[in-house]
């Protein structure tokens, strides 16, 4: 991103496990020796609802204040580095601060944020599903201007609001993350700003495809938390999913948790919620009254919330006639456990009655999950109810642990691994993985540039990790965007990789596949979601003036197949049709003109 600044600091890396690019950190042998790196800038949007992150006391108790957050984060030094926002070549507007830079290993990029914030401001009590579309709204309109999201949002609901937008946000390639705090950010103790400085760190930072909640140090998935703790710091729980990052001395993502995409289609997000849903714990001595006046008509899908592994009474046949005739009438039931950790199984009896007239198993989904799940897929109108019923029981962004199908292959099936790792002297498995994590890189890398599949597949059933960038940040995806891999492209989105990796010199996919004119890659990247950044879009016209000059048309074909705009002048204000006219390239001028009218 030339033009915002020139690149300050410098970091040595070398150390195993430390993170050193924007995508997944290539885990690297201690080989004793460093590598210095300038600072890449990004840009994080942070969607400021309301919370008690931002609120000051007033005559009725705390609530939001609006238009102060921005200016007060301008004066804590941990938020905001003035001196390198006077730096600048742009200036800044006044809801855009600058992160300062840190020595330590965490921080690896100069992240620069913008705060929006939506009005009215609320405590996130207040908040309803149309606030949900109101957020998914803003992802939406500024997906391709940012390279990260932090949604500033109270701790009451938000494990509903990031359930909801997991959900949501359809096909998403980028790093969102829901933070808050228990104490506003105004007092002199408080829990605000270490959590949005955390969130901004990640959010900056990683690609973490992922509707993600932080608090109080951990990165938790949005849709596996709940809030467990009014009065502590360490308000959330994520009972059956371990956090997908910690921040210790050093953020050290759990990659192997991360979920990843396996499409090649675009981010959208879906809006139409569905709104007759609703929980029912049911409690011993439950009335069939009040089940039936629960499951009345609009009702259209409720997620019950059972005992133990799924169980509700099998003794109580007006109870169960109750649920029966719901069912009967096309109302989803979507069965929950009321217990903080396990799943739903039809071990019991008690269970299996429930399964037995249709109840669809929400296996270890939280509450607030399988309510957004339901609101989600009914929202669906296009789909059958069978579509529906099929869709809920499917993991569909993680928010539930599915059965594992097949055995797994692991490193004991690598002969090349194991004998590299005999000869370091490493036997436990944990060493022999850092074996094989260091290695994957460039052995992924260079699978990718002949084009071997195979090679490829036997990495990632070994358990390596096909994101992973080399020294140069350079990722599997990067090398076979060069080479015009379309097969190889496909398998590795297919299998999550990230179509917004930058390496050290701050360059995607994207580009590489437009450098080397692979025009199906660059649709293939397109169609995934991939995009230009504002800087690269305005800085194309001079690149395109020169191409035509040359009479290089695939080279223009693959700057329009990126989405440039072909008409945009150069430096010296020429346009790539008025210098083609001047060269006289015949085929080329035929393309312009074709484009233009
Ligand atoms: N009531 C507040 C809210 O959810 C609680 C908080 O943010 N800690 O907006």
Redesign the pocket.
């Known amino acids: 991103m030339a033009g915002l600044a020139e690149p300050t600091g410098s970091r040595v890396c070398g150390v195993l496990g430390k993170a050193l690019c924007c995508t997944e950190p290539a885990p690297v042998l201690e080989l004793g020796g460093g590598c210095s790196r300038a600072m890449a800038e990004v840009r994080v949007l942070v969607i400021n609802t ?3 992150i931002g609120m000051v006391p007033q005559s009725e108790g705390l609530a939001p204040e609006a238009n102060k957050l921005a200016g007060a984060l301008k004066k804590i030094p941990i938020l905001h580095d003035s001196a390198y926002a006077a730096k600048m070549h742009i200036r800044l507007g006044t809801d855009t601060l600058v992160l300062p830079h840190s020595n330590q290993q965490s921080q690896n990029k100069t992240i620069i944020y913008t705060i929006l914030e939506l009005s009215p401001l609320l ?3 207040n908040m309803t599903p149309a606030d949900w579309r109101k957020i998914a709204k803003q992802l939406e309109e500024n997906y391709e201007k940012y390279d990260g999201f932090v949604i500033l949002h ?4 938000m494990a509903y609001t990031a359930s909801a937008l997991s959900f949501m946000c359809e096909n998403l390639g980028k790093t969102i993350v829901l933070t ?3 104490v506003p950010i105004y007092e002199l103790r408080n829990d605000g700003r270490a959590n949005l400085l955390g969130a901004l760190l990640i959010a900056g930072q990683f690609v973490i495809p992922e509707v993600c909640l932080y608090f109080h140090n951990k990165l938790y998935r949005g849709n596996r938390v709940t809030k467990v703790d009014a009065e502590s710091f360490n308000a959330f729980s994520s009972p059956n999913l371990p956090p997908l990052a910690n921040a210790e001395i050093d953020i050290t993502i759990n990659w192997e948790t991360v979920w990843r995409a396996s499409n090649t289609k675009k981010f959208e997000i879906h809006t139409n919620m569905n709104s007759n849903v609703g929980l029912l714990r049911i409690f011993p001595g439950i009335t069939a009254a009040a089940v039936k006046a629960f499951l009345q008509s609009p009702m259209e899908g409720i997620v019950l919330e059972t005992y133990g592994s799924g169980n509700a009474p099998n003794n109580r046949p007006d109870l169960l006639d109750e649920l029966k005739k719901a069912t009967d009438r096309d109302v989803v039931i979507l069965n929950c456990t009321q217990c903080l950790r396990g799943t739903v199984s039809s071990l019991y009896a008690t269970g299996k009655a429930l399964k037995d007239m249709g109840v669809v198993a929400g296996a270890d989904m939280t509450p607030e999950a399988a309510l957004a799940k339901l609101s989600y897929v009914l929202g669906k109108s296009e789909l059958t109810l069978d579509e529906k019923k099929k869709m809920l029981s499917e993991n569909l962004r993680g928010e539930m642990t599915s059965m594992p199908v097949g055995a797994k292959i692991t490193l004991k099936d690598s002969r090349f691994i194991q004998e590299i790792a005999r000869y370091l002297h490493v036997s436990c498995k944990e060493e022999l993985a850092a074996v094989r994590d260091a290695l994957t890189p460039s052995l992924a890398c260079a699978a990718a540039k002949t084009g071997d599949l195979d090679a490829l597949k036997a990495l990632q059933n070994m358990g390596g990790n096909l994101s992973s960038g080399d020294f140069d940040g350079r990722t599997p995806l990067h090398v076979a965007s060069c080479e015009g891999n379309l097969e190889v492209v496909e398998y590795l989105l297919k299998t999550g990789a990230t179509v917004y990796a930058k390496d050290r010199f701050g360059a995607t996919p994207l580009m590489n596949a437009i450098q080397f004119r692979q025009l199906d890659v660059i649709y293939l990247l397109r169609t995934t979601g991939a995009h230009l950044s504002n800087q690269e879009l305005m800085n194309a016209g001079t690149e395109l003036c020169s191409l035509a000059f040359n009479g290089d048309i695939d080279g223009l074909k693959a700057w329009h197949l990126a989405g440039v705009d072909l008409n945009q002048c150069g430096y010296d204000g020429e346009t790539p049709h008025n210098v083609v006219k001047a060269a006289g390239h015949v085929e080329v001028i035929e393309f312009l003109s074709q484009l233009m009218s």
């Open positions: 309301g919370g008690t405590d996130s009590s109270g701790t009451d609901t808050g705090s228990q």
